[in-house]
């Protein structure tokens, strides 16, 4: 196998990524083996080609996630205040001087000393640098160390906002009324506190030096004593993420926006490259579940209860009550769009005694539904009700005892549809939910309601306040005739065949114009492996498998190809007989494209579906029928 590498001209291992770029592993220019002056293989300075590199992109927000090395889901995340550790800057000072080069949390000298002045009034400082939508889900966050005072409240927007208040010198909430107010020992009298909550429309960050826990009281400083504070963020979500720094501008970690994604689900070893279509997590809010989309019936609902797949305290407890009734947490109306089929996933893990999980969407009788087995963690019943059609369920294992369960249908006509989640005692069957005698305990921990228009569920995608769109990934590489075979050659590709859909379209070579070029490519048609060469001249050339690629399996594919012949071997084997080439080759051939169309931009929105990449090669030589044999074995 070495040895045939040896041989290809581009080899692209998913390993190492930057927003925008995939890079490879041959040609030179990837940057573990040969970096250039600046540690990068963009070859800006000139001394290392970047020939092979792809150039990669998805869109402009955070939405997209990834499964990393740790096996936790990874997001992208951002600071949205300005100057979060410059206090002297965007921040204004009432009643109160910032003073820098403190000793900091971190041991730096990076923390400010906030000293209230002798007047009797209210002394904090305020950043108004931010403004956030009135219905998302934010979390304000601030290191503090009392200096001579003990009491600190984090708001936003003064009097007229929600706030905490955090004695330094307990470490203990005193007085809240945001959604969720943590304080968190970091060590020599240092803690971090947070709030979270569901601001106004017009946000503002303040903190305040207080005497007492008492919010209202006006008082007199000192002039000397005060509180170190340091790391101030503002961030979406349940919880305070690790501390991004910010300058004239907010700035983003984890995801960004063009970032390939190397993904290590299911426990892998090796990521692959996750190529997944445009997608949109159309519920609102995917991990705030005591917001007006959700309703509780006879089950209580604790927010930051527990670590989630994403490796932070922001699951949800759902505990069923003691009543002799059925228990569930109901997604209230979400319009849908009619006669298509949508897919819902929810990330869960059992809490107290064994219970089991009855999952329905429905409109009226339209419905459908699953039972799962959360003893042997299997789906134990899906079907239809009514006029619905296409069900089918999936229980998907994630780190820490979580697994991700999944939903699939279509309610035809349905404008509306109510997503809903039963406890049972015993593993059910049939459309009717279990009533039985709760135990005021059992439950499960929740995470990541996801409800998207599809047939398979894809990663991931978390909302705040607002529905949130993934755009498609779209991987290629332009100007590369010199490293394709122009009159004979050999795709490979290693993927993990994930998508359900009838057409994929796996890994192509054209020309920047694909309609007047043509192209090589692999696709999986209706399960159906098929080459492919729509030459110049003539009718194309074509191969199609006679037996199913299995969904969730690995393929290893080889496309050999000369002037006058085409070759395709599956997973060490040679599939169906050569086709006879009419026309010439496509000319110039000069692009590569990883998990779409290919043949320009706007080819990317054609079948780009979910198959994570693990491997992909390139020969400008046509393989010989052992070779390619040895190649896509398994």
């Known amino acids: 196998m070495s040895s045939l590498k040896d041989l290809a001209s581009l080899i692209m291992i998913p390993s190492l990524v930057k927003d925008g770029r995939l890079d490879t592993v041959k040609p030179l220019g990837n940057s573990i083996i040969h970096p250039d ?177 008492n919010v209202q009281q006006p008082w007199a400083g000192d002039g000397t004593s005060g ?75 604790t927010p930051n209860a527990g670590t989630s797949p994403q490796g932070v305290d922001n699951a949800y407890l759902i505990q069923e009550d003691s009543a002799n009734l059925y228990k569930r947490i109901l997604v209230n109306g979400i319009a849908i769009s009619a006669s298509t089929t949508y897919t819902y996933s929810l990330f869960v893990k059992p809490y107290g005694a064994t219970r089991h999980i009855y999952w329905m969407t429905q409109s009226g009788g339209d419905a459908v539904y699953a039972h799962f087995n959360m003893t042997d963690f299997s789906v134990n019943e899906v079907a239809n009700n009514g006029s619905a059609t296409g069900a089918s369920a999936s229980i998907e294992p994630y780190e820490d005892g979580w697994y991700r369960i999944s939903l699939t249908g279509n309610l035809g006509s349905a404008a509306f549809v ?37 047939s398979y569920p894809t990663s991931y995608i978390p909302t705040y306040g607002v529905s949130q769109t993934r755009a498609f990934d779209f991987c290629r590489k332009t100007g590369i005739s010199s490293l394709i075979g122009q009159t004979e050659g050999t795709l490979f590709g290693e993927l993990t065949f994930k998508s359900a859909e009838p057409t994929n379209r796996l890994f192509s070579i054209t020309g920047t114009d694909w309609n007047s070029v043509g192209s090589i490519r ?43 012949t085409l070759k395709m071997f599956v997973n060490g084997a040679q599939i169906g007989s050569t086709a006879t080439l009419i026309g010439s080759l496509p000319s110039p051939i000069n692009e590569i494209t990883i998990n ?19 491997q992909a090669l390139v020969f400008k030589t046509a393989l010989t029928d052992s070779e390619a044999i040895a190649l896509t074995t398994i």
């Not at 790391?231 to 993420?241: N, P, W």
């Not at 390939?260 to 996750?274: E, K, M, N």
């Not at 039963?422 to 921990?445: A, K, R």
């Not at 290919?598 to 994570?612: H, S, V």
């Open 37 to 213: 002056a600046t540690g990068n293989n963009d070859g800006t300075d000139g001394s290392t080609p970047a020939e092979g590199n792809f150039t990669f992109s998805r869109g402009s927000n955070l939405s997209a996630t990834r499964v990393n090395a740790s096996q936790l889901i990874e997001k992208g995340r951002e600071n949205l205040l300005l100057q979060s550790n410059q206090l002297d800057t965007t921040w204004s000072s009432q009643n109160l001087t910032a003073t820098g080069n403190q000793t900091g949390y971190d041991s730096s000298n990076d923390a400010w000393k906030l000293t209230p002045s002798t007047a009797d009034t209210y002394h904090r400082i305020i950043n108004g640098s931010s403004s956030v939508s009135a219905s998302v889900v934010v979390t304000l966050s601030v290191y503090a160390k009392a200096d001579g005072y003990n009491f600190i409240r984090v708001s936003e927007n003064a009097n007229s906002g929600d706030y905490a208040t955090f004695n330094l010198s307990t470490g203990v909430v005193e007085n809240s009324t945001s959604l969720n107010a943590k304080i968190e020992s970091i060590g020599n009298g240092w803690y971090r506190c947070s709030s979270t909550i569901t601001p106004v429309a017009i946000h503002r960050f303040d903190i305040y030096v207080m005497e007492s826990a």
């Open 227 to 301: 509180i170190l504070v340091q790391d101030a963020q503002l961030e979406l979500g349940l919880v305070a993420t690790s501390v991004i720094e910010t300058g004239a501008s907010t700035a983003q970690a984890g995801i960004l926006e063009n970032t390939p994604r190397l993904d290590y689900s299911g426990g892998a070893s090796c990521p692959s490259l996750l190529l997944e279509p445009q997608r949109a997590n159309i519920l609102t809010q995917s991990e705030y579940f005591q917001s007006n989309v959700f309703a509780i019936d006879r089950t209580t609902a």
């Open 418 to 454: 109510y997503n809903q989640f039963y406890i049972e005692d015993v593993v059910g069957t049939g459309f009717n939910p279990i009533s039985y005698q709760g135990d005021g305990n059992s439950g499960f921990y929740m995470y990541g309601w996801q409800i998207e228009s599809g």
């Open 522 to 564: 692999f696709d999986i048609i209706s399960l159906k492996p098929q080459a492919t060469i729509r030459s110049l001249g003539g009718e194309p050339a074509k191969i199609i498998g006679t037996q199913d690629i299995n969904v969730n399996s690995l393929v290893k594919f080889a496309l050999v190809y000369t002037s006058t």
């Open 596 to 614: 779409a169309l290919g043949g320009g931009f706007t080819n990317a929105l054609q079948n780009n579906q979910l198959n994570p990449y693990k």
